[in-house]
């Protein structure tokens, strides 16, 4: 037989103990940041589409390279907007002593690498999640 425990209990045990209410800005900061970059990705995928359907198979051929290099550029630079935001809203919050550190585990925990040893308060031990849940 097996004690689990009631899934209520539980889910209101993790939130008390690891999404404080210091986190709840940074998750709707997450969530605005996904939804943006998001809809930038999907406005930039339609757009290279339209130009390559509605283009001739020799103009194709011959820039179809251009459009691909700018649509990677926007996307690549919006993954940095996305890491220098995440990386102001620690610093901001006070969540590292030091802007770099703030910089690194941003960018550990959007790329999801998890190299750091990052010695987090207990209000803030939520913070690897949603982050990483908004790297792309």
Do not use: C
């Not at 940074?26 to 969530?31: A, E, Q, R, T, Y």
């Not at 051929?61 to 700018?70: A, D, E, Q, S, W």
């Not at 987090?120 to 999640?129: I, M, Q, S, T, V």
Request: glycine share 6%.
């Amino acid at each position: 037989m097996t004690n689990f425990q009631n899934p209520l209990t539980l889910f209101t045990f993790y939130f008390e103990n690891i999404f404080h209410i210091n986190i709840a800005v940074f998750i709707l900061v997450s969530i605005f940041i996904f939804a943006i970059h998001g809809f930038t990705i999907l406005f930039i995928t339609e757009r290279y589409e339209y130009f390559l359907h509605n283009n001739s198979i020799n103009l194709k051929k011959r820039v179809g390279f251009i459009p691909y290099t700018l649509t990677m550029l926007v996307i690549m630079s919006t993954h940095l907007m996305d890491l220098l935001y995440l990386a102001y809203m620690l610093d901001g919050m006070k969540v590292f002593p030091d802007q770099l550190t703030s910089f690194y585990f941003a960018g550990e925990m959007y790329t999801t690498l998890g190299y750091g040893s990052y010695q987090l308060a207990p209000e803030w031990r939520g913070l690897p999640f949603i982050i990483g849940f908004t790297g792309q």
